[in-house]
């Protein structure tokens, strides 16, 4: 049952541009399944996603006509593959029996000739060499598209580049941010070891700690609002904005509202948020969030973060310009973000000036703004803070420090491989009179 | 509904200038509800909304019981006379001072539904209406008041 609801799911994402997350969340409800085919159902889906590329060059290797076969054929190779390869407590004959009851009959048998004989020749298929074509071979063994294997080779080189690859494919722990306006970290801490909830420390921040799997809604205290989720990296960024109770904070492009939450707690509830976006169907999470968190300073609205209300000129103490990003920093945690092309990120750099320019209008004579991004490209990062620091005098950049993280000269750059946290940008700079 | 907890004279939140409510949203709806039942609780006759930590120009004030009057973004557009008043604050707890207030004010605001709403206030109402309309600029009575009382003039 399990891989029968993985393959539906992933039909539903092939066929309708479901994003896995949502897809997954609202098949996984409804099921009925028992905890661990639960768990199985969303490994696997989770799993064709993020090796696909993997799987695919394995099967044309062995299917001979690949782009005329079926569309939902190659989803049930994929599942069995990917079963087979990387799913080590599942047997193979376990793996190719209970894969091969998912094709309607006519296709059965090829179905089980596929990964039979992936099973036989294993050994023998071959793959791109890493001495003659290092991106073939970065891109076949880690499954990323081979242009994005040429762009992090450019930024971090072929070594690091591997070890971010690897992490990212790692299964992703969940981070979450203990609400310290409703409970102690230690209490916290406790009532998840009376429920025998295994949990790590993340490191950086005492009220983050990280837990398996992703169903937030089952650990105590979700009701009573004693956590929400956050990466350690997004909870970095609200540090190095280091809100203060009383202010008055912009969050310039709040959805799905973490940053602001983060924030509120560290304004001791006290002050006013306003938690902007651009839309008005995300909203209704903050709030949501914001009613089950206890937190009552912020208000959301709906705002173009680049278009420009003369009501704000000057008037906040703090502004975060957490702009719209290719994501390529949460590919550990959204593995479909890999297959973005890079063509289609081109656009972001000028979207994300606009806003930054923007929104710094609204920061005050001596107020803080800060700009971040979850992605590791510089013409998203870096190249756009010269940008605006070259024609912005009235702004300096202002040095910081997060969870014992020092920035340089008001910049921090998170990897996973150094960090162990999602790939992060973060620039710190205040209005100087 | 759910009773907030309201701020103590120190709290550098009581000395902000508040911001004018610009959409009249169902969040903003849920503050003033929870204003009234916190200033009831609190056996208050009069709450703003930076007491309870929301930097936003909003106030309750019932004078009378049972008069609940919600403000939004509220102006005093006329003042006149002069009345001396015993003040106290929810925010300044157990301590009364003699203040001199206004003896009529008119006051301009939005009510819940957005419309432009008058009242006339005169003595308990006109120095309430006063006292609430300072809080959202960061006044507090302490800041104009002529004496405290000690304990002994407070019967």
Known sequence: MPRKLAYEILKKIENNGQYSNIA?????????????????????????????????????????????TDKNILIILRIGLYQMMFLDRIPTYAAVNETVRLAPKKFAGLVNAVLRTYERQKDKI???????????????????????????????????????????????????????????????????????????????????VMVNGCDVESLPGFEEGEFFVQDTASALCVEALGAEESDFLIDSCACPGSKSFGSAILMNNKGLIYSC??????LGLIDAGADRLGIGIIETMRKDGGVFDISLEGKADKVLCDVPCSGFGVIGKKPEIRYKKLSDTEKLPDIQYRILENCS????????????????????????????????????????????????????????DINDTDGFFICKMKKIN | MAKLKILKVGDETLRKKSRPVDKITPRILTLIDDMAQTMRAANGCGLAAPQVGVLRRIVVIEAEPGKLIELINPEIT?????????????????????TKRPERVVVRALDRNGNTVEYVGTELLAQAFCHEIDHLDGKLYIDIVERMLREDELE
Request: aromatic letters at 10%.
């Open chain 1, 361 to 416: 209008r609204y920061v005050k004579n001596g107020g803080t703004l800060v700009y971040s991004t979850c992605t590791v490209i510089p013409e998203e990062n870096l190249l756009n803070i010269e940008r605006f620091l070259a024609s912005h005098k009235d702004f300096a950049l202002c040095d910081f420090n997060a969870g014992g993280l020092a920035s340089k000269g008001g910049i921090l750059e998170l990897a996973p």
């Open chain 1, 126 to 208: 071959d793959y791109p060499n890493e001495n003659t074509d290092i991106y073939g071979y970065l891109s076949v063994k880690y499954s990323f598209p081979e242009e994005i294997c040429h762009k992090f080779t450019d930024i971090y080189g072929t070594v690091r580049t591997k070890n971010i690859f690897e992490i990212f494919n790692r299964p992703s722990k969940t981070a979450l941010r203990i609400n310290t306006l409703k409970v102690g970290v230690d209490e916290y801490i406790r009532e998840l070891g009376a429920r025998n909830i295994d949990y790590e420390p993340s490191g950086y921040l005492p009220y983050i």
């Open chain 1, 277 to 282: 976006d651009l839309h008005q169907s995300k």
């Open chain 1, 24 to 68: 997954i969340d609202s098949a996984l409800k409804g099921s009925g399944l028992e905890k661990y085919d639960r768990a199985l159902a969303s490994t696997i889906v989770l799993g064709v996603i993020e090796r696909r590329i993997t799987l695919d060059y394995i099967i044309k290797k062995i299917l001979k006509n690949f782009d005329k």
């Open chain 2, 78 to 98: 006329e003042a006149s006379g002069e009345r001396e008043c015993i003040e106290g604050c929810l925010s300044v707890p157990g301590k009364y001072g003699l």
